[in-house]
């Protein structure tokens, strides 16, 4: 079966793509976050504590 994936609607280019996350005790998050995967883009939607969030920065995480 073939996945399809939304196309991202702040540029109309892009798709978004879903990543997966552990929680603190090891516990899979599937699908946290979605990213647009144009890289001009950069549209983000996550979940933190339960607390959504659109549009922070990308960044590359220290851990």
């Given at each position: ?62 851990k």
């Amino acid at each position: 079966m073939e996945k399809v994936f939304p196309g991202c609607q702040k540029c109309n280019k892009g798709l978004l793509l879903p990543l997966s996350d552990y929680g603190r005790d090891g516990a899979p998050i599937t699908y946290k976050a979605w990213v647009c995967n144009n890289p001009d883009c950069g549209f983000n939607i996550r979940i933190d504590n339960g607390e959504i969030s659109v549009g922070r920065d990308i960044s590359t995480s220290v851990k």
